[in-house]
């Protein structure tokens, strides 16, 4: 069981847009920075959104971040088939002292 | 461009200690913070670990009793050695920088390496 909740799965059509939840605590979201990565079958994870909603070098503005309160949101806009990946988000944990992540969400562009 | 790259036995006997060496190429280690993550097949990942290029290394509470790592910046290596291993071992192990600032709450991994399936049996 993971300290921070996503749904297993999401899906959506082509050049939809799809949002990934991803809900926790006052112990790691609510007073740590999120962040998400992109992750296909075989392959390492790749960092997508960090510090809530910053976008490292490479990856298009179709992948935003937010936060509010005890939980972060990855949205993905103008759906393509190659964004069909896992998604997992991260984050600090004060009370358990350790990096945590999310079950991860497995997306589906239909 | 930061490259990281795990080696090591791809299979461990149970009750034995897996040992595996990232090397980093591309960029120093000085300054940063270098990390392990597991993920066992078809599941999820899980933070190991820890370590700042001069050592101190922080540790996941639910490894810390099994779980050692160091760094050799003469090599630019780090290293992770986990003891008493069973069947629950068995993951494929990333190593990646992680980029952190504890006063702020920042915590996150800018660049892992392939990965490196450990299976543990006998």
């Known amino acids: 069981q993971s300290v921070l909740t996503q749904p297993p799965s999401v899906s959506a059509a082509p050049g939809q847009k799809v949002t990934i939840s991803c809900s926790g605590s006052?112990?790691?979201?609510?007073?740590?920075?999120v962040s998400w990565y992109q992750q296909f079958p075989g392959t390492a994870p790749k960092l997508v959104i960090y510090?809530?909603?910053r976008r490292p070098s490479g990856i298009p503005d179709r992948f935003s971040g937010s936060k509010s309160g005890s939980s972060a949101t990855l949205a993905l806009t103008g759906l393509q088939t190659g964004d069909e990946a896992d998604y997992y988000c991260?984050?600090?944990?004060?009370?358990?002292?350790?990096?945590?992540f999310g079950g991860g969400t497995e997306l589906t562009v239909l | 461009q930061v490259q990281l790259q795990e080696s090591g036995p791809g299979l461990v006997q149970p009750s034995e200690t897996l040992s595996l060496t990232c090397t980093v190429s591309?960029?120093?280690?000085?300054?940063?913070?270098w990390s392990w993550i597991r993920q066992p097949p078809g599941r999820g990942l899980e933070w190991i670990g820890y370590?700042?290029?001069?050592?101190?290394?922080k540790y996941n509470p639910s490894l810390k009793t099994r779980v050692t790592m160091s760094v050799d910046t003469s090599k630019n290596q780090f290293s992770l050695n986990l003891t008493s291993v069973t069947a629950a071992d068995t993951a494929v192990y990333y190593c990646?920088?992680?980029?952190?600032?504890?006063?702020?709450?920042?915590?996150?991994?800018?660049?892992w390496g392939q990965g490196t399936l450990v299976t543990v049996s006998s």
């Open positions: 591309g960029d120093s280690m000085y300054t940063y913070y």
């Open positions: 510090d809530n909603n």
């Open positions: 370590i700042y290029y001069t050592g101190s290394p």
């Open positions: 991260a984050t600090w944990d004060s009370s358990l002292s350790a990096v945590v």
């Open positions: 990646a920088r992680i980029r952190l600032a504890a006063q702020l709450a920042k915590y996150f991994f800018d660049y």
């Open positions: 006052n112990s790691n979201i609510v007073s740590n920075y």
